[in-house]
């Protein structure tokens, strides 16, 4: 009686089972794993791009996502890259179009199933285009107030990499943030056109150290090293090299893609993407982005300083303080009139 007992237990469960397998068809597809791509026209160790790989990383760890990728396509291949991967099936594919618009958005057009989220100037594109950018110049205006009050000069050089909405809008932000704490900065900014160029970047920080620049803004990777070699400070972006740099970078802007990357893989799974703007999800509110902690330049800065930095971040975060949005190309200036 027992042994019989038994097996008709075990024939009941694997009923149950089979039954709750055919009545729940969502639960199968709730656990498979989106299929994502993505397209890169610079390696995957430049800041920009890292961020949005160490976010897809990070998904892919939690088992959400199957995530292939392609560093340093030359924007002659994009288009082919792309297309290969919606070939292919790849549900979500992310990149950054701003040299490719009009042959990117070509393609989203001939694979209307297919989510896309780009990095691109411009604006999303029914049905299934969706863009995104690094809208972190909330904390660049935070790094401008420590840098303002931590040159001795007065004279903070810049040094980014192309003269477009994105890298503006964070120098600008920066130098006025630089401004409110010490009206007699001046600015040196430089473009080497680049995204991906340290020897190049250094040599232009170098240039700006030789008439006077104490403090570097390191939009671009080179920069910091410059500054090192010579003794001075620098401003980093977009991620936090203090670890690289102890003695040199005093503080960073940091950019949050998971904020971005976590909602178009949930609404690509609930069938649900459409053609948004994601910028607003980079900006601190939704914590796509902050400021680093200072770190090994905690007793460095200036009580008072820190204290004036904190207290604007935290009218920032109340909505009391609104950082304007200047996607103007920066010059090269004297102090603030």
Excluded: C
Aim: aromatic content about 8%; proline content about 5%; hydrophobic content about 40%.
């Amino acid at each position: 009686m027992h042994q019989q007992q038994r097996r008709q237990w075990i024939l009941r469960s694997a009923a149950v089972a089979t039954a709750l397998a055919a009545g729940l068809p969502g639960l199968s597809m709730a656990q498979a794993k989106l299929k994502v791509a993505a397209v890169y026209t610079v390696p995957f160790e430049q800041q920009w791009v890292g961020r949005i790989h160490k976010a897809l990383k990070a998904a892919e760890a939690r088992g959400e996502i199957e995530y292939k990728a392609t560093e340093n396509v030359a924007n002659a291949d994009y288009e082919r890259v792309m297309r290969e991967y919606a070939t292919a099936g790849n549900q979500l594919i992310l990149g950054e179009v701003f040299g490719v618009e009009k042959a990117a958005r070509q393609v989203a057009k001939d694979f209307p199933k297919t989510a896309f989220l780009m990095g691109s100037s411009l604006k999303p594109q029914s049905p299934n285009f969706s863009v995104f950018d690094n809208y972190i110049q909330e904390p660049a205006y935070l790094t401008g107030m420590v840098a303002g009050g931590m040159t001795k000069s007065n004279k903070i050089g810049m040094v980014g990499g192309f003269p477009i909405p994105e890298v503006n809008r964070l120098m600008n932000a920066f130098m006025a943030g630089a401004r409110e704490v010490n009206p007699k900065v001046e600015f040196s900014v430089s473009f080497i056109n680049s995204w991906f160029d340290p020897p190049k970047a250094k040599e232009a920080a170098f240039a700006m150290i030789d008439k006077g620049a104490d403090v570097m803004y390191a939009e671009r990777f080179g920069v910091s090293d410059a500054a090192k070699e010579r003794g001075k400070l620098a401003i980093g972006n977009v991620i936090d090299t203090q670890a690289q740099y102890p003695d040199t970078v005093v503080v960073s802007a940091l950019w949050n893609m998971e904020p971005s990357v976590d909602r178009a893989i949930k609404l690509v799974k609930e069938g649900k993407f459409t053609a948004e703007d994601y910028g607003p999800y980079s900006m601190m509110k939704n914590k796509g982005s902050e400021l680093s902690p200072l770190g090994t330049f905690e007793k460095k800065v200036p009580a008072e300083l820190a204290a004036k930095v904190k207290a604007k971040e935290a009218d920032i975060r109340a909505g009391k303080f609104t950082v304007k949005v200047d996607d103007g190309q920066p010059k090269s200036s004297g102090a603030a009139k």
